[in-house]
């Protein structure tokens, strides 16, 4: 009968020994944990292994031979292989495979939401400060500077200053 089992794998080499498994037909799932990276100023998702050198597979061992998935490319070992394997229930699966995409679906939402908040503002724009040490001040929004930041014009002693802030403590002024 199929069910799911836990292979341990070589340091750093997951993806391997799931390419390999797949061209003997055996399925594999690799869980991933998705964060948020900015680089240069541009977010992105990166995708890092949940459980580093582990590899869940779905076979029967009564079909595929135990031995033929330990000479696989990649293989250390199937975790608790000793006279009777420990099959993983499917609920367990099914549980990891919803929070990973859920925390995928998060970490979209977040870098989306970023994306609109920082354009809602265009050069020009009438801005008044919502928190921090200029709050209800009013400026002039200048230019956007990476996702989270931009350049704001205002009046402070009697010249007008260019300061860089956080577009989550700005709003825009309605004409």
């Known amino acids: 009968m199929k069910a799911w089992y836990l292979l341990y794998c070589k ?3 997951e ?3 799931q390419q390999n498994l797949a061209m003997q037909g055996i399925e594999t799932y690799l869980p991933t944990l998705s964060k948020k990276v900015t680089l240069k100023g541009e977010s992105t998702i990166k995708k890092t292994h949940l459980f580093p050198s582990y590899v869940f597979i779905y076979f029967d061992p009564l079909e595929t031979s135990v031995s033929r ?3 696989t490319r990649g293989v250390v070992r199937i975790v608790g292989c000793k006279e009777i394997m420990t099959p993983i229930h499917d609920s367990i699966i ?3 495979r919803k929070r990973e995409a859920s925390i995928l679906a998060a970490v979209k939402n977040n870098i989306e939401g970023e994306a609109t908040l920082a354009n809602r ?3 020009g724009d009438k801005v008044r400060f919502t928190q921090g040490p200029f709050v209800d001040l009013e400026g002039i929004f200048s230019e956007k500077s990476g996702d989270k930041r931009c350049h704001i014009l ?3 002693m009697g010249k007008q200053q ?4 956080g577009t989550e403590s700005l709003e825009v002024v309605s004409p």
């Open 94 to 96: 099914d549980a990891i």
């Open 154 to 156: 205002f009046e402070l």
């Open 15 to 17: 993806v391997r020994a």
């Open 69 to 71: 998935i330990h000479s």
């Open 11 to 13: 340091p750093r080499g």
């Open 121 to 123: 503002f265009s050069p």
């Open 162 to 165: 260019r300061i860089l802030v």
